[in-house]
């Protein structure tokens, strides 16, 4: 079946240290991509989109992602992490395959130890 | 961004009984409105996509005669649980969207964390 996958489900690390957090999909096709982050009792909120042109965006907070349309990939990255980006991170593809609904990844615990 | 108002933000009811959430586009025009569950450490599953006017289309495995939506208004779209048992507690998302385009940015609601008693 068509799907999102992020491929780590809880990540620790402390203040300062880099993050990665990886997307893979796997629609052929035109593809949107996103990423949500989701805080601790709060509501989903957009990090960053891409639509076309740059595969390197650049979101709120810090944070980018690059499409690699080779490797099915969207990964999010942030140089330095900060105990405030403590939340949970979830991808997600609108593809044009998939009757433009947008599909969500597993979603990746988050905790930044101060 | 755009906001969604998504109400109640929790309610608790007893098994056969209804509920209704409601989702608002409070400052634009929602051609399209999305309803997610998302049980306790897991992902969204979308389980239904409305359109106003239009009847929902559900996901495969989501009853449609059990989650009721209604999309009457480019403002408004409705989720109610019928006869909910306990196995429906779980936390309902809705997000919209101002157009049918696949570039389009949807907005999400803050959710209902609905338990069933």
């Known amino acids: 079946a068509q799907s999102v996958s992020q491929h780590n489900h809880h990540v620790i690390l402390s203040e300062a240290a880099s993050l990665e957090l990886g997307c893979n999909y796997s629609y052929g096709g035109t593809v949107n991509l996103f990423w949500y982050v989701q805080y601790p009792g709060q509501h989903l909120q957009l990090l960053l989109k891409?639509?076309?042109?740059?595969?390197l965006v650049k979101g709120i907070k810090g944070f980018e992602a690059e499409f690699i349309k080779s490797k099915f990939s969207f990964n999010l990255r942030k140089p330095s992490v900060q105990w405030s980006d403590t939340a949970e991170y979830f991808c997600?593809?609108?593809?044009?395959?998939?009757?433009?609904?947008?599909?969500f990844g597993g979603g990746t615990r988050v905790l930044v130890k101060p | 961004g755009a906001v969604v108002s998504q109400h109640p933000s929790r309610v608790i009811c007893k098994s056969g009984t209804s509920v209704k959430i409601e989702c608002r586009s409070l400052d634009f025009q929602a051609t399209t409105m999305f309803w997610y569950r998302q049980f306790p450490k897991k992902s969204l599953m979308l389980m239904a996509t409305?359109?106003?006017?239009?009847?929902?289309?559900?996901e495969q495995g989501v009853e449609k005669d059990k989650f009721l939506i209604n999309h009457a208004s480019l403002t408004l779209s409705t989720l109610t649980v019928t006869s909910a048992h306990p196995e429906d507690s779980s936390f309902y998302i809705c997000?919209?969207?101002?157009?049918?385009?696949?570039?389009?940015?949807?907005?999400f609601g803050q959710g209902t964390r609905l338990t069933v008693v």
């Open positions: 409305s359109n106003e006017g239009s009847k929902a289309t559900y």
């Open positions: 997000s919209a969207r101002e157009g049918a385009r696949m570039n389009t940015e949807a907005f």
């Open positions: 891409y639509f076309s042109g740059d595969p």
């Open positions: 997600a593809v609108n593809a044009r395959a998939a009757g433009n609904k947008l599909t």
